[in-house]
């Protein structure tokens, strides 16, 4: 079992920036994989950045040149930064755990088997 844990949203205005962190404890040793996904009201949860335990990372073209996921590993945290924030940013952002060997689709919100519990963002204009 995994626990995630998701902390650094808030409140922030257009073209600012903030800094998500989320932290894996418990069986972490199977994770291959995290990502970061958000769902703003009345829609979907959609894919903002993903990274596997190689550092190979794969963002949304709508983030694409204005966040950044990175990982340590040592201490099985996954950070997103953001910059250049926009209203349409807005959301609530989970954190996202793959435990298996050998997941390829990871864009797949299916394919992930642990989740935390979101942290909202709200980008002002």
């Known amino acids: 079992q995994v626990h995630m844990v998701e902390s650094g949203g808030g409140l922030v205005q257009a073209g600012g920036s903030l800094r998500l962190s989320c932290a894996a404890s418990?069986?972490?040793?199977?994770?291959?994989?995290m990502g970061w996904y958000r769902q703003a009201p009345g829609k979907g949860r959609e894919l903002v950045a993903n990274?596997?335990?190689?550092?190979?990372?794969n963002y949304a073209d709508s983030v694409k040149g204005r966040f950044t996921i990175s990982g340590d590993n040592t201490r099985n945290t996954v950070y997103l930064q953001m910059s250049g924030l926009k209203p349409e940013d807005t959301a609530v952002y989970y954190c996202?755990?793959?435990?298996?060997?050998?997941?390829?689709?990871?864009?797949?919100?299916?394919?992930?088997?642990?989740w935390g519990q979101g942290t909202q963002v709200t980008v002002s204009s």
């Open positions: 990274i596997t335990k190689a550092a190979s990372t």
């Open positions: 418990g069986d972490t040793i199977c994770i291959s994989a």
């Open positions: 996202a755990a793959v435990s298996r060997p050998g997941v390829t689709q990871l864009d797949n919100k299916d394919e992930y088997d642990y």
